[in-house]
């Protein structure tokens, strides 16, 4: 079946420091990968997303690249910001089996503290 | 306008006790499901319903039961509740199709029983 492992949390940083989150998945098709943002108190938030191998997804400073060789997916920022602290997801989603029916498979998440 | 809508916010209950949660989407997608996060953050499917036909129905107790009146509700009836059952669950909705398309969650129900 698919699975998704993600460093477990909670991850403390300084400002502007350097973000990695890691990201490994098990999948028996082709899967699109995602990363979702929950701030405190609020649903999931789509971060960012790639679809095939070697994609690269972007948005608001965050980016992963899809990599097939190594089954990963692994969040990275360059500076990050107080605003940054939140609770991260990473998630699949097997596009091989078609209908979109069977929803995103998600990582347990890593709780990113940001230290002023 | 909000996209993914679910009530109420925060649910208190006593055990042995009937509720309901709501959700209501406005983004015209095709599928919609129920997701349980515990204490720890841990997300999972319970359901799915596309254009009001149950997908999934992953492992959870019959006391859960989903309804879908239209393709733009889908409701979670819960029965006798149980302490377990404190949870926080979002409802979500996606354009359907292949997989590559990304959920549209709510803000979640927390749902607390005593």
């Known amino acids: 079946g698919n699975s998704v492992t993600q460093m477990e949390g909670p991850v403390t940083l300084s400002e502007e420091a350097f973000l990695t989150i890691n990201c490994t998945y098990t999948?028996?098709?082709?899967?699109?990968l995602f990363w979702y943002v929950q701030y405190p108190g609020e649903g999931l938030q789509l971060l960012l997303k790639a679809t095939k191998a070697d994609d690269k997804g972007s948005n608001k400073g965050f980016e992963a690249t899809y990599r097939k060789e190594t089954t990963s997916f692994h969040l990275e920022k360059g500076s990050v910001q107080v605003s940054d602290s939140a609770v991260y997801f990473c998630?699949?989603?097997?596009?091989?089996?078609?209908?979109?029916?069977?929803?995103?498979?998600f990582g347990k998440g890593t709780h990113l503290i940001i230290q002023p | 306008d909000t996209a993914v809508s679910q009530t109420p916010k925060y649910l208190v209950t006593q055990m042995g006790n009937d509720k309901s949660i709501k959700c209501e989407q406005n983004l015209g997608h095709d599928t919609m499901y129920w997701y349980k996060q515990d204490s720890k953050k841990f997300l999972k499917i319970m359901f799915s319903y596309n254009n009001k036909e149950l997908i999934i129905n992953e492992t959870v107790p019959n006391r859960f039961s989903p309804k879908s009146p239209d393709k733009a509700h889908l409701n979670l009836h819960i029965n006798s509740l149980e302490l377990g059952d404190s949870a926080v669950y979002f409802c979500?909705?996606?354009?359907?199709?292949?997989?590559?398309?990304?959920?549209?969650f709510g803000n979640g129900t927390r749902l607390t029983v005593t």
């Open positions: 998630a699949l989603s097997d596009q091989g089996r078609g209908g979109g029916a069977d929803g995103l498979t």
């Open positions: 999948a028996t098709g082709y899967p699109s």
């Open positions: 979500a909705s996606s354009p359907g199709g292949l997989g590559n398309s990304p959920l549209h």
